[in-house]
């Protein structure tokens, strides 16, 4: 798993409330991202980072900010979060083996926004 | 706009038989091609990674092939075991592969 933690795993929140999500690796690796998962959809990049305070926008960043004050923490953070934010959060590294550029993902964070 | 389309969108297959799952991808500049494995409630898991020059890898009972003249995948599963019930993810890095574009996934049932 490369070491990445995801927490909380499970979360049920209110509408408009905030929400942060953490991803925590312990390898030292530079690019971290934030994905969702829906059905029907593939994975969509939300936003990613290649450096502490380095991030950048994805796809579907609209409703989420991320910070990475340490190379180990990358946050997601939902301002005010909405119904149409219920999803399943991933993290993901990447890290190059073998010539090319591999990706791990976390286990997974379930949040229902009611 | 990149890409990816997989297919089917579910199968059922019993146990010991063969599957073949299909991708196939809009993605340019091209980089790489890779499948996952998502098991319910898990992070996907790498199987293989392919190259432009690369027109099929092995990993165990899992055979990819690369046809990147046709921008056609396919993720063979050779004698099916009910551990292989999972979704299948194809991947398509873009430029210098730090851009992944995922397909939305094949959600394969090995039945008893």
């Known amino acids: 798993d490369a070491g990445i933690t995801q927490s909380p795993r499970h979360k049920v929140t209110e509408t408009g409330t905030p929400v942060t999500l953490r991803c925590h690796q312990t390898e030292n690796h530079r690019y971290m991202y934030w994905y969702r998962q829906d059905p029907g959809h593939g994975l969509r990049l939300i936003h990613y980072s290649y450096g502490v305070k380095d991030t950048d926008k994805g796809e579907v960043s609209d409703g989420y900010s991320v910070s990475r004050s340490k190379t180990e923490d990358f946050l997601l953070t939902l301002e005010s979060a909405t119904s149409s934010q219920t999803s399943v959060y991933f993290c993901a590294i990447s890290e190059e083996q073998g010539g090319h550029t591999e990706a791990f993902f976390g286990q997974g964070t379930r949040l229902t926004v009611v | 706009k990149n890409q990816v389309e997989q297919s089917p969108q579910s199968l059922i297959i019993l146990e010991g038989k063969n599957c073949t799952l299909q991708?196939?991808?809009?993605?340019?500049?091209?980089?790489?091609l890779r499948w996952y494995k998502q098991d319910t409630g898990r992070g996907p898991v790498s199987l293989t990674i392919m190259t432009f020059s690369e027109n099929t890898k092995s990993n165990g009972r899992y055979t990819a092939t690369l046809d990147a003249d046709t921008k056609q995948s396919s993720l063979h599963i050779t004698a099916s075991q009910l551990s292989d019930s999972a979704s299948y993810i194809c991947v398509v890095s873009e430029g210098y592969g730090q851009n992944f574009v995922f397909g939305p996934g094949t959600r394969l049932s090995v039945l008893p």
């Open positions: 991708c196939n991808y809009t993605v340019s500049p091209f980089s790489n």
